[in-house]
């Protein structure tokens, strides 16, 4: 088992270093993406800690391909800061552009701050759904081992996270999707109140290509919203 974790362990950071390596040796721009026939079915993407929006390019590629318009929110960066403040950055994008029923896709980080822009008054009628795949809602034992404050943050100990944790009003409406073996976040992803799917997978960062998870993310954006459209 703990040869086998190796390995796991192995493949995720490599996949991790392709992707790192690639945003930066060809970065790509986000802007064709946005025209899609679907304009109804907007999904915005945001990535994880240390992560830019290509880390999820195959991800944009599969629903823009499906025909939805893919947004990113470019100011979030690596997506570093606090959450509160990333989660403004997503409110803020989502009043300019004026999207409604927005599908978010986010992965690790990105589901607190999808979950965070869920709940802020500005934008929470705008989004009807996210998917998060391998997101520390309840944080990691892992984080208090860093001094990095943006990965200390994610502590099962700090106020902001416990905050959001404690708040289950929108979790019906997320799709928590995790591996079998996350080396990131050893206490899973489960989301009390939401849909909770675990993938055959083990990674942190390679659930972005499990074979399951193109479905998943499909049929979350077929599904009726609220009102039944």
């Not at 300019?96 to 008054?121: C, F, N």
């Not at 990674?203 to 599904?223: V, Y």
Request: aromatic share 10%; glycine share 8%.
């Amino acid at each position: 088992m703990l040869a086998a974790r190796g390995w796991w362990w192995t493949l995720d950071y490599a996949y991790a270093a392709y992707w790192q390596l690639r945003g930066l040796l060809f970065p790509a721009d986000p802007a064709p993406y946005l025209q899609a026939p679907r304009r109804d079915r907007p999904v915005l993407l945001i990535p994880g800690v240390y992560e830019n929006w290509q880390f999820m390019h195959r991800i944009a590629e599969l629903l823009h391909g499906a025909g939805h318009p893919v947004h990113v929110v470019s100011l979030l960066g690596y997506n570093r800061g606090e959450v509160p403040r990333m989660a403004a950055l997503v409110s803020a994008y989502l009043e300019e552009a004026d999207l409604r029923d927005v599908t978010i896709v986010a992965h690790s980080k990105g589901g607190l701050v999808g979950k965070r822009a869920m709940i802020l008054p500005a934008s929470a009628g705008r989004i009807r759904h996210m998917v998060a795949v391998n997101s520390p809602f309840a944080g990691s034992v892992y984080a208090r081992l860093f001094l990095l404050p943006s990965i200390r943050a994610f502590s099962p100990r700090n106020g902001e996270l416990r905050a959001l944790a404690a708040d289950l009003s929108v979790n019906h409406r997320i799709t928590s999707v995790y591996s079998t073996f996350d080396p990131h976040i050893p206490g899973g992803s489960y989301l009390p109140g939401a849909r909770n799917i675990q993938l055959d997978s083990a990674g942190h960062f390679r659930t972005l290509e499990d074979p399951a998870l193109p479905g998943i993310l499909l049929q979350a954006l077929a599904e009726p919203d609220a009102q039944g459209n």
